[in-house]
């Protein structure tokens, strides 16, 4: 597998998970009040990309490398700051946001050597 077939993979893969984690975590696994919160549409910025990271712009890529690095600090801060399954869940979250943020950039070098 080629490194910009590898990035591709691991980029769209990590945002979904990211995003299915974002709204496992605040509607049903640790909700900041019982039954949900409005803190699920956190996720509502990573669904901007995410057709653009499917079709390999690397334009996309290339800002989608730049917002995620918010997520990456919610999750450290979370995983710092919250007790329990929330912190395990900011953990997972800095995890995914990590390999996305590695994996976009990945993709925009390994793209650039192509052309």
């Known amino acids: 597998m080629t490194r910009l077939k ?3 993979y691991c980029g769209t893969v990590s945002l979904i998970a990211l995003i299915f984690l974002g709204l496992a975590w605040e509607i049903k ?3 900041l009040r019982p039954g949900g919160s409005l803190l699920a549409l956190k996720v509502l910025p990573l669904l901007a990309p995410l057709f653009g990271l499917i079709r390999g ?5 290339q800002w989608t490398s730049m917002l995620i690095l ?10 710092w700051s919250d007790r329990g399954i929330s912190a395990q869940l900011g953990l997972a ?5 990590s390999v996305c943020f590695v994996a976009c950039i990945g993709y925009v070098r390994a793209a650039r050597s192509r052309a």
């Open 70 to 79: 918010a997520y990456f600090a919610e999750g450290v801060v979370r995983a």
């Open 57 to 61: 712009k690397i334009y996309t890529y």
């Open 93 to 97: 979250e800095a995890a995914l946001a």
């Open 6 to 8: 590898l990035a591709y």
């Open 29 to 31: 696994l640790a909700p």
